[in-house]
Nanobody, 117 residues
């Protein structure tokens, strides 16, 4: 089992920044991907950014240049740095971990990000 705990959400004004963090614990293994997804009311959950256990990462095209995914300072953490936030970035942000060798998915509880003046 793997547990994911997100932190760092909140209310921010347009143009501001937030940093989300996801801490993974349990039987993570050595081969996995960790992602950030988001879901706004009435919308489908969408992929924001992904980092691979080998270190490569990518960000959704619509968020490139504003969002960055990286490993956190603490072990088994992944951060999402969000800059130049827009009202349309308002959503619940979820951390996700996928283990391809076990074909298992794990989700965090989500953290609310609200961009509003």
């Amino acid at each position: 089992q793997v547990q994911l705990v997100e932190s760092g959400g909140g209310l921010v004004q347009p143009g501001g920044s937030l940093r989300l963090s996801c801490a993974a614990s349990g039987n993570i293994g050595s081969i996995y991907t960790m992602d950030w997804y988001r879901q706004a009311p009435g919308n489908q959950r969408e992929l924001v950014a992904r980092i691979f256990s080998g270190g490569n990462s990518n960000v959704a095209d619509s968020m490139k240049g504003r969002f960055t995914i990286s490993r956190g300072n603490a072990k088994n953490t992944v951060d999402l740095q969000m800059n130049s936030l827009k009202p349309e970035d308002t959503a619940v942000y979820y951390c996700h971990l996928f283990q391809p060798d076990k074909v298992r998915n794990y989700w965090g509880q989500g953290t609310q990000v609200t961009v509003s003046s």
